[in-house]
């Protein structure tokens, strides 16, 4: 599975569990940890670990290995390392705070929602 597939995938698993502004970040020689970003929210403590499992569950139903996943218990930000993809799963209340969208700023956008709707 090449990185556009498991950016996909991620997508794919998010907004099955209804989770709300899915975006994705291509951070292709912006960062060093991933090429790519996934950010979402849930609005509660269970949507975001509801959200956060069933991308654990889909990655390993495709053979990725999910390298970590961390907060899954606060639920607040849960962080899951997919490798060439990270995901980051944000509680309501937690994701205008970190604003990762204007942290990683000069990061161009990836429209994933339109190939998921198509």
Not at 6 to 34: C, F, H, P, W
Not at 62 to 76: L, P, T
Request: hydrophobic letters at 40%; aromatic letters at 6%.
């Amino acid at each position: 599975m090449d990185n556009q597939e498991l950016l996909q995938l991620t997508v794919k698993a998010a907004d099955d569990k209804r989770a709300e502004n899915i975006l994705a970040l291509n951070m292709k020689g912006i960062s060093l940890i991933a090429d790519y970003f996934m950010i979402c929210h849930g609005n509660s403590d269970k949507q975001v670990q509801a959200i956060a499992r069933e991308i654990r569950e889909k990655a390993n139903e495709k053979g990725c290995d999910v390298k970590r996943m961390e907060g899954f218990d606060e639920a607040r930000w849960v962080l899951i390392d997919l490798g060439d993809v990270v995901a980051h799963v944000f509680h309501r209340d937690e994701r205008s705070y970190y604003n990762l969208e204007r942290l990683w700023g000069d990061a161009p956008r990836v429209d994933v929602l339109s190939e998921l709707n198509s």
